[in-house]
């Protein structure tokens, strides 16, 4: 599609802001008013369509998808979401290490560990962990308190949350993200602690390399999409 708009500003509307299009508000994707919560998530997706060239490229919207995905996905079927999230919750990567003996473990631990233990004590809850891939189900206890923790996030919050975690397999990993001090980088590197020590024992394959930066792009632009949408 060629660009058909010369002007984009971010305006404040009734319930937050939207972004417009020569002076027109622009919908979701669903057809809904494309209006979100902060001013600082309007301009970004506002920039997004600044940077647009003579022809629209629809994989540089990262931003309008997931608001999008809160305004057409998460406030309509919010239940689902959570229940998708909490099946990440049930099977966190950074709970299933190889066997003691072996020496990813050691690596597995000195990463995961911290992330794992930090999540614990925010929640107060305790996380099963696992050696090998057989599924051990956690806690009822532990399972209703992320639920709860889940349940109060707004749905923006849950649309950037829902892509960190998916991106990390890893509900614990999406959690650290939400908090104030959270070192981006170091929780999406710790999330692939496994793939990269692979990678140090028999090198990486160009195609997984690339694979990985992209995911690396994606984890941090979620992770800028919720810092927004929280401002």
């Known amino acids: 599609m060629k660009r058909f708009y010369k002007e984009v500003t971010a305006a404040p509307v009734e319930g937050g802001w939207q972004v417009m299009l020569d002076g027109r508000p622009i919908r979701s994707q669903g057809g809904s008013p494309q209006i979100v919560p902060t001013q600082a998530l309007a301009e970004m997706l506002a920039a997004e369509w600044r940077d647009q060239g003579e022809v629209i490229d629809t994989a540089r919207f990262a931003m309008r998808d997931m608001a999008d995905y809160a305004i057409d996905v998460v406030a309509k079927e919010r239940g689902e979401?959570?229940?998708?999230l909490l099946t990440y919750g049930d099977t966190d990567t950074l709970l299933y290490r190889a066997d003691p003996d072996e020496p990813l473990y050691q690596r597995q631990r000195a990463?995961?560990?911290?992330?794992v233990c930090a999540c614990e004590a925010r929640h107060g809850i305790a996380f099963t962990r696992i050696s090998g891939v057989v599924h051990r189900p956690q806690?009822?206890?532990?399972?209703?308190?992320?639920?709860a923790r889940l349940e109060a996030l707004d749905s923006f919050t849950l649309a950037g949350l829902f892509n960190l975690t998916t991106l990390a397999a890893s509900l614990i990993t999406g959690l650290g993200v939400l908090e104030e001090s959270a070192d981006v980088p170091a929780l999406f590197t710790a999330a692939n602690a496994e793939e990269d020590w692979q990678a140090e024992l028999w090198g990486w394959d160009p195609v997984a390399e690339d694979r990985r930066a992209l995911r690396a792009e994606a984890f941090a632009l979620?992770?800028?999409f919720v810092k927004a949408a929280q401002a």
């Open 81 to 84: 979401v959570i229940e998708k």
């Open 111 to 115: 990463v995961w560990e911290p992330v």
């Open 139 to 147: 806690k009822h206890e532990t399972l209703a308190a992320l639920r």
């Open 222 to 224: 979620a992770a800028e």
